[in-house]
């Protein structure tokens, strides 16, 4: 398998541009996570999924932000308009009932 | 709520000594409790698990023990590598296979 695939590895958008993020999970996975890491905040979740509905998004920081799973094997984040304060490298996760959160290798946003 | 509380960083040690990084963990629940590594420009990557009390989780010659007493799952390792070097998170598990991290602890292990 090839694990968990997020596109685009680096983004450098400017201020009050759309910015959408795209995660395909490892097949079978039945768990879908959105992670930020910061140097100030560490590691936040945003919002997770079971088997593509939206079970907890109290992580997600305001109306700018969504996301979406549409079936198995996608999900999109979304952030519009986008703020220089949403820099950050975003971590898709996907899991299955024991076998821990397997993690993609991130999308590095900047919004200048 | 469910959180996980690892020591600060970052740690400096030499080649071939002796790694120890703590980790506590809230009691609610019966969780399972996880090591993550993460090193520069990638994601984390599962270094080890447990999933009950007295579990010893290993793996490339670190070792976390659960410890249901104590509330812990530190994490160790007999002689570590430059190659070692790296981010270490602490986790637990939740309801509806939700993980929650520690904040990291930096290792910078010098030849």
């Known amino acids: 398998d090839a694990g968990v695939i997020q596109s685009p590895r680096h983004e450098v958008t400017e201020m009050g541009q759309e910015v959408t993020l795209r995660c395909k999970p490892i097949?079978?996975?039945?768990?879908l996570f959105w992670y930020r890491q910061t140097m100030m905040r560490g590691l936040e979740l945003l919002i997770y999924?079971?088997?593509?509905?939206?079970?907890?998004d109290s992580g997600m920081p305001e109306d700018r932000f969504s996301a979406k799973m549409p079936n198995a094997s996608f999900s999109t984040l979304k952030i519009q308009p986008s703020e220089p304060r949403d820099s950050a490298v975003y971590f898709c996760?996907?899991?299955?009932?024991?076998?821990?959160?397997?993690f993609g290798q991130g999308t590095r946003l900047t919004v200048v | 709520g469910d959180s996980v509380t690892q020591m600060e960083g970052p740690v400096t040690l030499s080649e071939e000594a002796f790694l120890t990084i703590n980790c506590t963990y809230t009691a609610t629940g019966y969780p399972s409790l996880f090591w993550y590594v993460q090193y520069p420009g990638e994601g984390l990557q599962l270094l080890l698990k447990?999933?009950?009390?007295?579990d010893k989780g290993s793996n490339k010659g670190f070792e976390a023990t659960y410890r249901k007493e104590t509330t812990s799952f530190h994490l160790e390792k007999g002689s570590v590598q430059v190659s070692d070097s790296a981010v270490y998170f602490c986790a637990r598990s939740g309801g509806y296979q939700k993980v929650t991290f520690g904040t990291g602890t930096k290792l910078q292990v010098i030849p």
């Open positions: 447990a999933t009950k009390a007295d």
């Open positions: 097949s079978g996975h039945d768990y």
């Open positions: 999924f079971n088997n593509n509905v939206p079970i907890d």
């Open positions: 996760a996907s899991s299955t009932t024991g076998a821990g959160i397997w």
